[in-house]
């Protein structure tokens, strides 16, 4: 019994000693994880990502025969800001990773990222090498904290089976806002009880990039100049309303209505999107084409932009910062546009093949490029004076703003404006 | 006396071995994120720089944050109608289920499935089975002519559509109560039968009272779980239709993880565990009604 009793106490310390070491990553007993001999990378789960990060893995290490580090590459899955935000507040961001130009305004103010400005002239690396949009939107004020990988303007994509299915031509870059509208109509269909099977355009309503160059298009504001309040004016009073009819007519579809339809299931006769949703699109639809954005009352058009930031609390901060630069050289950019996701962002390869050829050849590819003459919609983060607080905008903006306007009927009252500008100025504080 | 005061000891201290474990992983994982948390609610934190302290503002701000009242109505409409109702839908459907037929147990197994299932991907199934211009409800309310139901669509019928989908996993519900009716002894059956007990008068009178600690139960475990209901509301609605369905989880969890306040979001978390804690001792305190066969102890 004794003997059992020596037996058990020895069993449970063990079983003490190895709870503590499973909590541990290997660095001492509550110390953190040893990453000296790994570089981390982190990028959203998705195939042609990860297809992309490891030929550039490859491209770097081949050029660079002095860097013999084993490159770990972390996808997450899920929503990809809320993982960053976890692994920031951990201590835990890969020492570089994939960003969204949403979370550059949060990294920045936590300064938790890099100033990549530092290191422009080190890599012979400038502004004027890429796109001034591109650079616009890594930048928090003097500062810059993402490297813009690509050109990503908003497009007008259309499933050309259903166009041949509704007897309309397809869009041309001579459209109007107008033309699009009116076809978006007569692409529509109706049920007997007034629901739509299938839509004209998807305007992506809970998108804000998409919202402000609609608003910004037909001249009105949704905020202030400061970014501190919420301020929509009549131009965009008017828009809202006109909005809401569209989608009652099915000419818009109605993004927030849990409608089952979309541009990719073949029920929606345009979209609008960016160069990224190229493959996906490429992938569902055997027929399909892109134009620019059409002209409005303002001529606009709205940009986005995905790129890598350099972790400032990395064991490998200056070989981040080196491979990023690579990813921003002409051999990066190549191999990056080779995936069909992206339009390089450098200006030299505007008319390579080496993007123009993907997801396949002979569309309008001159649509994602960038447009003269036109005003730029950049990302709502960068109207605001707190850009931290841009996924709270989005939200109000969407479930407090544009929703229920959506859901109404009739006339909306000024105290129902009032409470709606209330709510953006809330989410800006 | 000395040695047997060295033995107790030496007992002690065994049990506290085994124990350890247990108690440093509370400690660690439960505990400590509690105090931290307390603590973060009385800050401003974006997760990331040092928190600022702020006293009580958090717990004045909260409320005039997007839908956050709504949100504490929709957890209180929520948590009042779905556990009753799962209480007695579970109830009847375990009744049905404890009958002593060939095959019973298949049945069992279905019912008990959408249990083991994951709860995002029962979320994501029914996001379709209940859309409204496509989903096979509507589908076929369509072809009976009944025109289409908006479901999770529209304001005044989503949270409804939520309550009803609560009833997805009461298969573990229905499985303690299965237990309960199992623990009842047949010679309170037999009696009530030579007594001339119909099958309802024994279901008020042996039944029910009988199986009060499985009632008990499973009321705590309901209104626990309800006030914290979370996935659904993500999967499915994402708080809406203009925030008809959020929920105080939901919100704790949008606050702290898309927003980065995590200050405020602490505060909301205090604030439904004081409900929760409330809610639950009030239960404790008023169950004179349940009764055990054994004596409480």
Known sequence: MKRFKRIAV????????????????????????????VFRVGISENTEEHAMMQSLIAGFKKANTDVTIDFSVESYSGNYSDKLVSQASSGELPDLFFTLDSLVGYF????????????????????????????????????????????SQVVLYYNKAIFDDAGESYPSESWTWDDMISAAGKIAKLDSDGTVLRAGLDMRLNWPVTMLQYFEGKGGTLFNENGTAGQINDKARAAYTELRDMTKSGAILDTFGNTGLSFTGSNVGMYFGVRADAPVINKSLASWDVVHVPDMETNVVALGASGYSVSALGQHKDLAVRFLFYIMSAEGQTILARSGNVVPALKSLADSNEWKDYPKAGINQNAFLQETGVKKVFPISTYMSKPQNAGMLTDALNKQVTSPILSSSGAISASDWSSYETALTNAMK | MRDKTKVKLKRTVTGYVFLLPVIIGLALFTVLPLVKSFYYSFTEYNNITPPINVGLQNYKDMWSQMFFTKSVINTFVYAFISVPLGLFCSFFLALGLNAKLKGIKVFRALFYLPVI????????????????????????????GLGRFA??????TAMLS???????????????????????????????????????????????????????????????????????????????????????AYMIYTFGMSYRKMGLASAMAWFLFVIIMALTLFVYKTNKWVYYEGGKD
Not at chain 1, 13 to 28: E, N, P, Q
Not at chain 1, 111 to 140: H, M, N, W
Not at chain 2, 151 to 156: A, L
Request: aromatic share 14%.
């Open chain 2, 162 to 248: 939520l309550i009803v989908y609560s009833l997805w996993g009461m298969g573990s519900s229905m499985l303690i109560w299965l237990a309960g009716f199992k623990s009842v002894s047949d010679t309170y059956y037999e009696v009530a039968k030579i007594e001339g007990g119909g099958p309802v008068w024994t279901l008020l009178h042996v039944t029910v009272p009988m199986t009060t600690p499985t009632i008990f139960y499973n009321l705590i475990m309901g209104i626990i779980n309800s006030l914290q209901v979370f996935t659904p509301v993500y999967v499915i609605t994402s708080g809406g239709p203009n925030g008809s369905t959020s929920t105080l």
């Open chain 1, 10 to 37: 020895f069993l449970a310390a063990v079983v003490l000693v190895l709870s503590f070491a499973a909590c541990d990553g290997g660095g001492g007993l509550f110390g953190r994880p040893n990453r000296k001999n």
């Open chain 2, 151 to 156: 479901f999770f669509t529209s304001e005044k």
């Open chain 1, 108 to 151: 920045a103010s936590t300064k938790i990222t890099v100033d990549l400005g530092d290191y422009f002239t080190q890599y012979g690396f400038s502004d004027d090498l890429i796109y001034p949009e591109v650079a616009e939107v890594g930048k928090v004020g003097d500062e810059i904290h993402m490297l813009g990988r690509e050109y």
């Open chain 2, 117 to 144: 299932l994951p709860a995002v991907a029962s979320g994501i199934l029914i996001t379709d089975l209940f859309s409204y211009t496509y989903g096979i409800y509507n589908r076929i309310f369509m072809a009976l």
